[in-house]
């Protein structure tokens, strides 16, 4: 059964840093999401992606954050200078159809020292 | 601003007996309704959805309640396995708005059935 891959599966940093996630969506979704979670909180909506824009992002997604589809296959998330505060799971999700069910990766451990 | 609550941060149900979680939502342009599972070190999984204009979905041993006039939507696990223990999130989005269809979640009810 297709799924959602995501590398890597634990990112370790330091504050300042640039990090880059990545996640291979399913091969024929069209529409890419990025969540995050930190540690005893919910799941938080970063941004979606359709066409080779973003159509929607909340307010979590600030200048430090980027997203990319450099190629047919790979989806991006970009931080440029990491906080303490962006460490958590980041979770990449795909569908073929908006508005239908999203598929999730199972998510990068993002931690900023 | 939580959108979508889920009250009760975890529930002890015995096998075989009825599992039912609750979730409640605060805007009224909601019109689709997921639930989620979650393993421990794994991504969400899909587990079932509802479309506004349905009152109840079912799959399985798995059904989906909704009540628009309370926003409140329930999921039912019936018969409840040792193998369902885990968090369940309930999720909502606005589909009928031009938007990218943003999951707003809830914080998750950690589901444990005992044998």
């Known amino acids: 059964e297709p799924e959602v891959t995501q590398t890597p599966s634990h990112q370790v940093t330091q504050m300042g840093q640039e990090v880059i996630l990545r996640c291979v969506p399913i091969?024929?979704?069209?529409?890419f999401y990025w969540y995050r979670q930190i540690l005893g909180q919910k799941v938080e909506f970063l941004v979606s992606f359709y066409n080779n824009e973003i159509s929607e992002k909340s307010e979590i997604f600030d200048d430090q954050f980027s997203v990319e589809r450099p190629d047919g296959s790979n989806f991006t998330l970009k931080i440029r200078s990491t906080k303490l505060e962006d460490s958590a799971m980041y979770f990449c999700a795909s569908t073929l159809d908006r508005g239908t069910e999203q598929f999730f990766g199972p998510g990068t451990r993002l931690t900023v020292l | 601003d939580q959108q979508v609550k889920q009250n009760s941060p975890s529930l002890s149900v015995q096998e075989g007996r009825i599992s039912i979680l609750n979730c409640d939502y605060t805007n009224s342009m909601f019109d689709y309704f997921l639930w989620y599972k979650k393993y421990p070190a794994e991504g969400p999984t899909f587990l079932i959805s509802i479309s506004s204009i349905k009152d109840k979905n079912e799959d399985g041993r798995f059904t989906v309640f909704l009540n628009k006039s309370a926003k409140h939507l329930s999921l039912h696990i019936v018969p409840s396995q040792p193998g369902d223990s885990a968090v369940y999130f309930c999720?909502?989005?606005?589909?009928?708005?031009?938007?990218?269809?943003?999951?707003?979640f809830g914080k998750g009810t950690s589901l444990l059935v005992t044998p």
């Open positions: 999720a909502a989005s606005a589909r009928g708005s031009n938007s990218g269809y943003a999951l707003n």
């Open positions: 091969s024929n979704h069209l529409y």
